[in-house]
């Protein structure tokens, strides 16, 4: 990647952290809504990098 540049997930990532739903992404980024669905559906099935640390030490 070039410098500036910002991969389509980051962008997608962003837009959901600020309270943008997923067909509102879509619609913004000129992109299927399926495929930002799926984003974030694998978001939420990742755990927490905090709870996964805490779950390594015990």
Same mark, same amino acid.
């Given at each position: 990647m070039e410098r500036g540049e910002v991969c389509l997930e980051q962008t *997608?990532?962003?837009?959901?952290e600020e309270?943008?739903?997923p067909a509102g992404i879509?619609? *913004?980024m000129g992109v299927d809504v399926g495929w930002?669905?799926?984003l974030v559906a694998?978001?939420?099935d990742e755990p927490e990098a905090?709870?996964?640390s805490?779950?390594?030490i015990e």
């Open positions: *997608v990532e962003r837009l959901y309270g943008k739903t879509a619609e *913004v930002v669905e799926t694998g978001w939420a905090d709870q996964a805490t779950s390594a």
